[in-house]
């Protein structure tokens, strides 16, 4: 299997990453670029930036193999017992007896950070993370019906599969949870005479939610595309120009203090339809920006304490 070594990705440093909510201050406070959760949600389903994960707790890869660049399947025709604690469990009630082809081999080295590769069910949680940021109402059934195989992650060119390691006693156990009570009871008896489920062996399991100790991360070259511009939509040529702090102060009190609209400065979008019509009624042609609108407005307000 081809080697990788620690520098196919980082461990934490002072300038290595950062959390989303980090992401956010230290582009509003130290560059003065406002983003929202759902700006840096977008701009990686977008794939203009990579999003990471990090690990607190070990984890396993394998390689999944490709076939003209896609990812490769196959059935997974075992016992119940062995289906119930490889499938998704969602699978496992519908009986999609299907999983990722992958090599035997486990990745050598451990490590906390990964890339993203968006090829899993990675990106049906960062868009869950989107509809939530805009208060947009989570369907269950975009989970339990969104053909989970697992999370991936990407080293160089290669995709690889997320496992953990345990007993069959103990993936069982924790399977049983996620299953409705009445199929529950209906597994445990015949599955609880069968006497692997006491053999103490070790065994590499697919992990198809993340852990509740990982947390998605931006390495600072993401960062740097952030504020340098370089994720804005193909089209956007024009540069915006840069608006001083005080002129920002400004645009703001007068923003507070007009009793027009007053009550949306923390909604620049609705106050951007007025801003037009202002300018249209006084002969301006020149359009308007929702995103500078925003960036000024978070700009000019006052520190809070």
Known sequence: MKGYSENSYSRRNPFGWLT??????????RHHVYLSDADIYIHALNKRITLSIFFQS???????NRHNNKLKFRTFERSQLE??????????????KIIYSTEQDVLPIQGHLFDTSLMGFERVLIQQLLASSLGIPISDDSLRYGHNFGITVKINDDIFQLFEKCTTKQRYQRQLLSLPNNITSRLRLPLE???NLDIPTISLFPIYHLPKDACFVIRQSEIEKLLTGETKFIGSQTPTPRITTPLSRLFWLSCKYNQTISSLINQPYKLLPIFE?????SGIADKFSGDTLKQALARGAPAKK
């Open 20 to 29: 989303i909510p980090e992401v956010k201050y230290h582009a509003c406070q």
């Open 58 to 64: 070990p984890i396993f890869l394998k390689k999944i």
């Open 83 to 96: 289906q119930l604690c490889y499938l998704e469990s969602d699978q496992f009630i519908l009986n999609r």
């Open 193 to 195: 005479s069968n006497n």
């Open 277 to 281: 019509q202002w300018a249209k009624e």
